[in-house]
Nanobody
Framework: QVQLAESGGGLVQAGGSLRLSCAVSGRPYSSSTMAWFRQAPGKEREFVAQIRWGAGTTHYADAVKGRFTISREQSAKMVYLQMSNLKQEDTAVYYC????????????????WGQGTQVTVSS
């Protein structure tokens, strides 16, 4: 059984940076995909970034490309989301998720989810 736990959210001014962390208990397969999604109030959960656990291949949503970087540390079973040049529209609850065997940007194809961490960007 896999459990995910996010940390690192908080309040930051526009233009600032934050790093989110996701601790993974259990063992992802090399073909697993780790991803970050976010959900703002009144909006659907949306894809942010993903990384293949084994190969390290990454993919980003257009809205964050060039500002956010996803990475993983296999030995520590950690996944990170480095967020820079934050904008007010980045305000949301950020979720870490794991897809056991696939590579998808669709939330309902992910098997495990963390509880989420709030990121608030002020003007």
């Amino acid at each position: 059984q896999v459990q995910l736990a996010e940390s690192g959210g908080g309040l930051v001014q526009a233009g600032g940076s934050l790093r989110l962390s996701c601790a993974v208990s259990g063992r992802p397969y090399s073909s697993s995909t780790m991803a970050w999604f976010r959900q703002a109030p009144g909006k659907e959960r949306e894809f942010v970034a993903q990384i293949r656990w084994g190969a390290g291949t990454t993919h980003y949503a257009d809205a964050v490309k060039g500002r956010f970087t996803i990475s993983r540390e296999q030995s520590a079973k950690m996944v990170y989301l480095q967020m820079s040049n934050l904008k007010q529209e980045d305000t949301a609850v950020y979720y870490c998720a794991l897809n056991r065997q696939g590579y998808s940007t669709t939330a309902n194809e992910y098997d495990y989810w963390g509880q989420g961490t709030q990121v608030t960007v002020s003007s």
